[in-house]
């Protein structure tokens, strides 16, 4: 079929569903002079009922016909507005879902076509003999016969006719290649009320083309930055090593700072609480004293103290309250702690090695990580389990070995959740420390072993290796323990290793001098 015999099939629609309205815009005059000349009979007959003698209930009911019979002349007299209105609504509707830059087809709760409009003609190639028959079935199928997946068209399509308050937007391809976008909604009313659906379809062949072309483009862009990459293979590598450092630096400087401020000003607060829970609980004693003094020289109080005693459960005031100012103080004490702790593992860094105490390293991490080993919803509480030797301070770079601790610290709780953690089988994280004082040049051994998961040989190869990770796109950067064990050989001369086993856990060893080479 030819475009114009569609458009006027359409038109001739059109004029069929305005000649519907006008047809029942004309007919109100005739219904106003029918109710005009019911109301006068009625008007009428109540006047001669009147005239008759009737009783005060009939006078009464007559008065409220009169009444009922004003309000219907009122409304008969409003009707050609009214008929003018619609009329002007109904214009203003089929103007707006011509102007459409979409197909629209409209169907009633029945679903039987009420309106459709040039652009949806187009868009299925409707014939002149389909378009001048309200059926939906007949329309349907042959929609259905022009989409290159009409079952899943279908499906859709079923779907939403059983589910009549479902909104739907999706892609279609149709057997000549072209592609649409179907959007389907619920025609219902303010108080719930479904009187059917409307469906839109816009063709978006051209955004299609241009996805495609796009997609292509990025295709050869993505070869050519691939050999770029290849090319730059050797330069990249150089480039790993300072990057390395750059982030460690720039993560340690960062959190220092931020860990140092937010300790600096915990420390005041906590400070101040401290200072006065001693002066309270001495003023909260001598208040009882003086309640004492009170309850032994009156000790028949009148009804109006008895009564607030008793409101305010003086016994219980008497016996909790102390316990609420301890709990302060130990709270108070808890926070120092913690703020000391956090000082402890954010030491900024100086140019050249300091004497450091490697146990106040690994208790301010531990601290840290705290609530990372709690019980939760998921697993029990991971144990902790530390074998300490007494070790003297050694020259290093205390704000780097906290890192490096934080990074195999964390590591560790990460294998123990992916692995199962019951209360048959317990998880936990040993620290041992030795000093191998046997060796050329004294040295300190710190020792962090799990029972988590474990590493497979390749991944044991590639553990310390920059931008590995086994951890999902995310949550792993691959930078932890390439750091880790740059900040040992690089900055402190020491080693670290990883040894591990499938299913029964991991061990990271790290061997430290106790005499900085270059201090």
């Not at 892609?171 to 649409?180: A, I, T, V």
């Not at 028949?300 to 003086?314: G, H, Q, S, T, W």
Request: hydrophobic letters at 40%; glycine letters at 6%.
């Amino acid at each position: 079929m030819t475009t114009s015999v569609a458009t006027s099939t359409t038109n001739a629609y059109i004029v069929s569903e305005k000649a519907d309205s006008a047809l029942a815009v004309e007919q109100l005059p005739q219904f106003e002079a029918s109710g005009q000349q019911l109301l006068s009979s009625i008007t009428a007959t109540v006047d001669e009922l009147q005239a008759e003698p009737t009783t005060l209930a009939q006078q009464a009911s007559l008065s409220s016909l009169r009444s009922q019979i004003s309000q219907l002349e009122d409304v008969f007299t409003q009707l050609p507005e009214i008929a003018h209105q619609l009329n002007r609504a109904h214009a203003l509707l089929i103007a707006q879902r011509e102007a459409s830059m979409d197909g629209i087809l409209v169907v009633d709760e029945n679903n039987q076509i009420l309106s459709i409009n040039q652009k949806f003609c187009d868009f299925w190639n409707v014939p002149p003999e389909l378009t001048a028959v309200r059926d939906d079935a007949k329309m349907l199928g042959h929609a259905v016969s022009q989409t290159a997946n009409p079952d899943q068209f279908l499906d859709k399509v079923k779907h939403l006719y059983a589910h009549p308050t479902e909104s739907s937007q999706d892609e279609l391809l149709l057997k000549d290649g072209r592609y649409g976008d179907r959007y389907s909604a619920p025609a219902i009313s303010a108080d719930g009320e479904h009187f059917g659906r409307v469906w839109y379809f816009r063709d978006i062949t051209e955004r299609k083309r241009n996805e495609l072309t796009l997609q292509q483009m990025n295709e050869v862009l993505e070869t050519k930055v691939q050999e770029r990459t290849l090319a730059l293979q050797t330069g990249l590598e150089e480039l790993q090593t300072a990057q390395t450092q750059l982030v460690q630096s720039e993560k340690m400087a960062a959190l220092g700072n931020l860990v140092s401020g937010v300790a600096h000003e915990v420390n005041n607060p906590v400070g101040f609480i401290a200072g006065n829970v001693r002066p309270a609980l001495d003023y909260v004693n001598d208040l009882f004293s003086l309640i004492d003094l009170y309850e032994e020289q009156y000790a028949a109080p009148n009804e109006a103290i008895e009564e607030k005693v008793e409101e305010i459960d003086l016994d219980y005031i008497r016996e909790d309250l102390p316990k609420l100012i301890a709990s302060i103080k130990s709270g108070a004490k808890r926070i120092a702690s913690i703020s000391n702790s956090l000082r402890t593992f954010s030491r900024a860094d100086t140019d050249r090695p300091v004497a450091f105490n490697i146990h106040d390293g690994l208790e301010s991490t531990l601290l840290i990580l705290k609530h990372r080993l709690k019980a939760n919803d998921d697993r029990p509480a991971i144990d902790i389990r530390t074998d300490y030797a007494d070790l003297p301070a050694i020259e290093c770079y205390a704000g780097q070995l906290n890192q490096v601790f934080m990074n195999l610290l964390a590591n560790a709780i990460d294998a123990l959740e992916e692995g199962e953690i019951s209360a048959k089988c317990p998880a936990f994280i040993e620290i041992k420390t030795q000093l191998l004082a046997q060796a050329k040049i004294p040295q300190v051994q710190i020792t962090i072993r799990d029972n988590g998961i474990g590493m497979g040989p390749e991944v044991q190869q590639k553990v310390f290796e920059h931008l590995f990770t086994t951890k999902p796109v995310g949550q792993g950067t691959g930078l932890g323990l390439a750091i880790a064990r740059q900040i040992i050989t690089e900055k402190h001369q020491g080693q670290i290793t990883a040894k591990s086993t499938p299913g029964e856990g991991t061990t990271f060893t790290i061997t430290l001098p106790i005499k900085a080479s270059n201090a």
